[in-house]
């Protein structure tokens, strides 16, 4: 499965960005996508999930300003970021697993940077 990421950008403190991230190739149902964020010198770290089933698990970081949301007919997860905060600004990484294998696929990533 590849992925491709894209809606990152600069965007002042309280802004929002909708980051967006199609699979394509042998996409199975049930699966889980996310989005997973690292910021420079730190690891990388979970922010949401979503499976096909559109059960959600957040960060608690994030909870309460991010929200996952899924288009299955379009094989598509969407990150809606309210609230940006200066640490918040990473790289953010799509991912996808179908619930039948134990592998990862990981997008490229897109770069998200709140700054005034």
């Known amino acids: 499965v590849q992925l491709q990421a894209s809606g990152g950008g600069l965007v002042q403190p309280g802004g929002s960005l909708r980051l967006s991230c199609v699979a394509s190739?042998?996409?199975?149902?049930?699966?889980?996508m996310g989005w997973y964020r690292q910021a420079p010198g730190k690891q990388r770290e979970l922010v949401a999930t979503?499976?096909?089933?559109?059960?959600?698990a957040y960060s608690d970081s994030v909870k309460g300003r991010f929200t996952i949301s899924r288009d299955n007919a379009k094989n598509t997860v969407y990150l809606q970021m309210n609230g940006l905060k200066p640490e918040d600004t990473a790289v953010y990484y799509c991912?996808?697993?179908?619930?039948?294998?134990?592998?990862?696929?990981w997008g490229r990533g897109t770069q998200v940077t709140v700054s005034s």
């Open positions: 991912t996808y697993r179908s619930f039948s294998s134990s592998n990862t696929s």
């Open positions: 190739g042998r996409v199975v149902s049930p699966n889980i």
């Open positions: 979503s499976t096909s089933g559109s059960i959600t």
